[in-house]
């Protein structure tokens, strides 16, 4: 079967370096040979803060795969798969993908995913505009040490755990998906590590984060 590969960097220093690039030509070439994919063509998107909407290296990636009939392997989808626009675009091209880093997630899981995460992404920026608008208006000076009372450092370790709890959201997906599958807590960790995620403090997942994931899931009323 053939298949054209998508990689994906964030700027140009990143690309010439190699960084993060030759992590995902090596998951691609591995995921290929395992699954017997030929590779005819590779495209390489380098992203900035301000085309992230506009994926030439992409439009010519899909436009190559549906002439040759072949499937798109995304090497990284993770981020990408938090923007509506992105999986959108995908999804209307009619090409058929896979992610290898989530291999096991299909379009519409993912585009369900990106729903959320998008929807959340703007109620944290939201929330946050809101707080630092109180802040301002009860006359706290931000940015200021001296104004590190007690509750400003609680409120600061509360935000801190918020912010953790929303990190997990699209990783949440995939858990539910990999349990629904069978997958023990050990395995569901260990293709976690394999694919390249890490918990919000940078550490290798092990079972009992992949539990509690899930057992928050559960408690928000997702399934497990």
């Known amino acids: 079967m053939k298949a054209v590969a998508y990689y994906r960097v964030s700027r140009q220093k990143q690309a010439a370096s190699g960084l993060g690039l030759e992590a ?28 992230k909407r506009q ?18 392997l995304i090497a990284k989808l993770d981020r990408l798969a938090r923007n509506v626009h992105f999986v959108s675009g995908l999804m209307e091209s009619r090409v058929r993908f896979t992610a290898v880093d989530m291999p096991e997630v299909d379009s519409l899981t993912v585009h369900i995913l990106a ?27 931000l940015g200021n040490p001296q104004n590190l009372t007690l509750e400003a450092r609680r409120q ?39 694919e390249g995620h890490r918990t919000v403090t940078g550490k290798l997942w092990r079972p009992v984060q992949v539990r509690n994931v899930l057992l928050r899931a559960q408690r928000e009323g997702g399934v497990q």
């Open 115 to 141: 729903a959320v995460a998008e929807k959340e992404a703007k109620m944290i920026s939201t929330r946050t505009k809101d707080a630092l608008k109180a802040a301002r208006a009860r006359g706290v000076k």
């Open 24 to 51: 995902q030509q090596a998951n691609v070439a591995a995921f290929a040979k395992a699954r017997g994919y030929e590779v005819t063509a590779t495209f390489t998107e380098i992203e900035t803060g301000t085309n």
């Open 156 to 194: 600061g370790a509360q935000a801190r755990r918020t912010r953790a709890v929303e990190s997990y959201r699209l990783v949440s997906g995939y858990v539910q998906v990999l349990r629904a599958q069978g997958l023990t807590l050990q395995r569901i960790a260990d293709r976690l590590n394999a």
């Open 55 to 72: 994926r030439p290296e992409l439009a010519r990636a899909l436009e190559q795969a549906r002439r040759e009939g072949a499937e798109l």
